[in-house]
């Protein structure tokens, strides 16, 4: 039997605990927006929260739910968030963007004491939050090993040590208040732990006496930063070997649309060519939520294994309609959404992107930018990536810069594809391909594809052209229909990504075919 794994951290508070894991998430975000009332009023359910749970406590308790009541009542924060939302901020992001503000100022900070502040901030964010969303801050189960970035005070002081357990942070400080009440209480806990994988209830000892946390066989420390990936449709291992009949390479992915799919995954079998990240962000409260993200994220990316992962960002707007932005101006089927909603609303877009960055260190990750038309919409995008990814950095949060391609899904877009020198890669859509050439609704495009696939087919073989040898695949309807096959092959594409359930219907028609589309000899 493999021995168990050993991490070395920094004792916090002495004494020694074991226990089933307890993985500290985010809490979930208001499911409705709300104006600048209901933020008023969340803060003042927060502060009666806070208040019932002073009374009886010790004086160092005290002290500390005073200073988080007093950072409540000042008014520079609500007139900050107040700010932002007469620039039409929704009150979710805006509540969130101007705590993250002041964390990211404490996070930066040459002294410990304030570097260990940022704690009680996120405490503040995150239990306004719930009263937002009607939904506390849940205790977790007595006798846990509390595991995450780092604990919130209130969530320390309101849970029952009396049955054991113990704290496990990736990040945290000795000079923070939950070491303090740690160290108060007798609750063994160690800090500086770096991420490290462990399922919910999986048993996990902590060493407060040497500082070092103790997993069960087969768990694994996460890198903190790795280098920059090449594209994730570009390889394929030589287990999953697909060709056509006279022997050129053929790249067979699946398509997600939604989370429960994940489990189904196979990594034996493909890897995934496109995820559809909108079917799993229900209204703009899940937009806000960079840890839900990042928990999807995760999973399909250690489903999947070694083989590639596509996620494509938010494809909102249009016939995905999300709940809590109905009212926008120009949200329709050819005006704001994809790429131009989530410019328009750089908010969403730099949730999205934390929560891709941090998800790229689980596996081999690409992100693809849905609607693109111009090229500098892929530059911007970028800048916003790049922008998170620094402070990411700065707050030691484990990340990685995924390669960023772009959906061509716009025929103007698919004319000057050499034009977009930016772009990692390339997916065609032929849903929204389709629909723009034959000027249908989605309602009638199934009637309209087969007369309009002639022409899809010249674009596409137009396009493949003008890639200058970068990734290039294809994910729409079309490249689930062996019918299509042959002019697909003929067009030049390499790679497709399908429904699950067409997959073996696809691969067998790729072994009967050469690779111009004709019939191999003898079929």
Same mark, same amino acid.
């Given at each position: 039997?493999?021995?168990? %794994?050993?991490?070395?951290? *920094?004792?916090?508070?002495?004494?020694?605990?074991?226990?089933?894991?307890?993985?500290?998430?985010?809490? *979930?975000?208001?499911?409705?927006?709300?104006?600048?009332?209901?933020?008023? *009023?969340?803060?003042?359910?927060?502060?009666?929260?806070?208040?019932?749970?002073?009374?009886?406590?010790?004086?160092?308790?005290?002290?500390?739910?005073?200073?988080?009541?007093?950072?409540?009542?000042?008014?520079?924060?609500?007139?900050?968030? /107040?700010? =932002?939302?007469?620039?039409?901020?929704?009150?979710?992001?805006?509540?969130?963007?101007?705590?993250?503000?002041?964390?990211?100022?404490?996070?930066? +900070?040459?002294?410990?004491?304030?570097?260990?502040?940022?704690?009680?901030?996120?405490?503040?964010?995150?239990?306004?939050?719930?009263?937002?969303? /009607?939904?506390?801050?849940?205790?977790?189960?007595?006798?846990?090993?509390?595991?995450?970035?780092?604990? @919130?005070?209130?969530?320390?002081?309101?849970?029952?040590?009396?049955?054991?357990?113990? !704290?496990?942070?990736?990040? #945290?400080?000795?000079?923070?208040?939950?070491?303090?009440?740690?160290?108060?209480?007798?609750?063994?806990?160690? !800090?500086?732990?770096? =991420?490290?994988?462990?399922?919910? #209830?999986?048993?996990?000892?902590?060493?407060?006496?040497?500082?070092?946390?103790?997993?069960?066989?087969?768990?694994?420390?996460?890198?903190?930063?790795?280098?920059?990936?090449?594209?994730?449709?570009?390889?394929?291992?030589?287990?999953? @070997?697909?060709?056509?009949?006279? #022997?050129?390479? !053929?790249?067979?992915?699946?398509?997600?649309?939604?989370?429960?799919?994940?489990?189904?995954?196979?990594? +034996?079998?493909?890897?995934?060519?496109?995820?559809?990240?909108?079917?799993?962000?229900?209204?703009?409260?899940?937009?806000?939520?960079?840890?839900?993200?990042?928990?999807?994220?995760?999973?399909?990316?250690?489903?999947?294994?070694?083989?590639?992962?596509?996620?494509?960002? %938010?494809?909102?707007?249009?016939?995905? $309609?999300?709940?809590?932005?109905?009212?926008? $101006?120009?949200?329709?089927?050819?005006?704001?959404?994809?790429?131009?909603?989530?410019?328009?609303?750089?908010?969403?877009?730099?949730?999205?992107?934390?929560?891709?960055?941090?998800?790229?260190?689980?596996?081999?990750?690409?992100?693809?930018?849905?609607?693109?038309?111009?090229?500098?919409? !892929?530059?911007?995008?970028?800048?916003?990536?790049?922008?998170?990814?620094?402070?990411?950095?700065?707050?030691?949060?484990?990340?990685? &810069? $995924?390669?960023? #391609? &772009?959906?061509?899904?716009?025929?103007?877009?698919?004319?000057?594809?050499?034009?977009?020198?930016?772009?990692?890669?390339?997916?065609?859509?032929?849903?929204?391909?389709?629909?723009?050439?034959?000027?249908?609704?989605?309602?009638?495009?199934?009637?309209?594809?087969?007369?309009?696939? $002639?022409?899809?087919?010249?674009?596409?073989?137009?396009?493949?052209?003008?890639?200058?040898? *970068?990734?290039?695949?294809?994910?729409?309807?079309?490249?689930?229909?062996?019918?299509?096959?042959?002019?697909?092959?003929?067009?030049?594409?390499?790679?497709?990504?399908?429904?699950?359930?067409?997959?073996?219907?696809?691969?067998?028609?790729?072994?009967?075919?050469?690779?111009?589309?004709?019939?191999?000899?003898?079929?």
């Amino acid at each position: 039997m493999a021995a168990p %794994l050993r991490l070395t951290a *920094k004792s916090a508070s002495p004494g020694i605990a074991s226990g089933p894991a307890f993985l500290a998430e985010e809490p *979930k975000a208001p499911s409705a927006a709300g104006g600048y009332g209901a933020l008023e *009023k969340a803060i003042d359910i927060s502060i009666g929260e806070l208040e019932r749970l002073a009374d009886g406590a010790d004086a160092e308790s005290r002290d500390i739910i005073d200073f988080q009541i007093e950072v409540l009542r000042d008014p520079s924060i609500a007139e900050a968030t /107040g700010a =932002r939302m007469e620039a039409d901020e929704n009150v979710v992001f805006a509540w969130v963007a101007t705590l993250d503000a002041y964390i990211g100022e404490l996070e930066a +900070a040459d002294e410990e004491q304030m570097r260990a502040r940022a704690v009680d901030i996120l405490d503040i964010k995150n239990r306004v939050l719930g009263a937002l969303a /009607g939904t506390p801050i849940a205790d977790f189960p007595p006798g846990s090993i509390f595991v995450g970035k780092d604990m @919130e005070p209130s969530r320390f002081l309101a849970h029952d040590w009396s049955k054991g357990g113990g !704290i496990a942070l990736f990040a #945290g400080s000795t000079a923070g208040h939950v070491a303090l009440l740690a160290r108060a209480k007798s609750v063994p806990m160690v !800090i500086g732990t770096g =991420r490290f994988s462990v399922a919910d #209830g999986d048993p996990v000892g902590v060493d407060g006496n040497a500082g070092a946390v103790i997993l069960q066989a087969g768990s694994m420390l996460i890198p903190p930063l790795a280098p920059a990936q090449e594209p994730a449709g570009d390889k394929q291992t030589a287990s999953d @070997e697909l060709r056509t009949a006279d #022997g050129v390479q !053929i790249l067979l992915s699946i398509n997600i649309n939604d989370p429960a799919e994940i489990d189904a995954l196979d990594p +034996a079998t493909a890897g995934v060519g496109l995820m559809r990240s909108e079917f799993s962000v229900a209204s703009i409260a899940d937009a806000a939520n960079e840890e839900r993200q990042l928990a999807i994220y995760r999973r399909v990316l250690e489903q999947a294994g070694d083989r590639p992962v596509t996620i494509r960002m %938010l494809d909102i707007g249009g016939d995905k $309609p999300l709940a809590g932005l109905e009212d926008l $101006p120009g949200l329709s089927a050819s005006g704001l959404r994809g790429i131009r909603l989530l410019l328009a609303r750089p908010e969403i877009a730099r949730v999205q992107a934390r929560a891709l960055l941090r998800a790229a260190v689980f596996g081999r990750l690409s992100v693809m930018l849905p609607m693109v038309i111009f090229p500098d919409e !892929i530059d911007r995008m970028r800048d916003i990536f790049r922008e998170e990814a620094e402070k990411l950095g700065r707050r030691a949060l484990s990340h990685r &810069m $995924p390669p960023i #391609g &772009m959906m061509v899904e716009v025929p103007s877009a698919a004319l000057i594809l050499d034009a977009f020198g930016a772009a990692a890669f390339f997916s065609f859509g032929t849903n929204d391909l389709t629909q723009y050439l034959a000027a249908s609704t989605r309602d009638d495009i199934d009637a309209d594809a087969g007369k309009v696939a $002639p022409a899809v087919l010249r674009l596409l073989a137009q396009a493949v052209k003008l890639t200058a040898g *970068k990734p290039v695949s294809i994910c729409g309807d079309m490249a689930g229909n062996p019918h299509y096959l042959p002019g697909l092959l003929a067009a030049g594409l390499r790679h497709f990504s399908v429904a699950p359930a067409r997959r073996p219907a696809i691969r067998s028609a790729i072994i009967g075919l050469n690779a111009d589309g004709t019939r191999a000899a003898g079929e």
